[in-house]
């Protein structure tokens, strides 16, 4: 979008902005601006973080109860069937 302005469109658009907002007005706006950027910024890595521990505790101990089944086709559940696993009691 701004590859497309002349410097001279900047500039008017700039003068715009200093005339509607005041220039005390800009450093604080720019001050929020960044820290709205900080807290965005941050609570992306807490989601990150917490959607990796979340794989990693659900990778690291699979649901015992649940029977493990092979699909045909991913969302094809009607020739889905459930897989013989051997017992690991019985083996030698």
């Known amino acids: 979008?701004?590859?497309?302005?002349k410097p001279l469109e900047?500039?008017?658009?700039?003068?715009?902005?200093?005339?509607?907002?005041g220039a005390k007005k800009l450093p604080d706006m720019a001050r929020s601006l960044?820290?709205?950027?900080?807290?965005l910024?941050?609570?992306?890595k807490a989601m990150k973080d917490d959607g990796a521990a979340r794989t990693a505790e659900?990778?690291?101990?699979?649901?015992?109860d649940a029977p493990r089944t092979i699909q045909?086709?991913?969302?094809?559940?009607?020739?889905?069937?459930p897989v013989q696993e051997p017992d690991r009691t019985t083996q030698g």
Do not use: H, W, Y
């Open 1 to 5: 979008m701004l590859g497309n302005l």
């Open 10 to 21: 900047i500039l008017l658009i700039l003068v715009v902005v200093v005339l509607l907002f």
């Open 34 to 39: 960044g820290k709205s950027a900080r807290i």
């Open 41 to 44: 910024k941050s609570e992306a």
């Open 58 to 64: 659900s990778t690291a101990k699979p649901e015992a």
């Open 72 to 81: 045909a086709a991913p969302g094809d559940t009607a020739s889905a069937r």
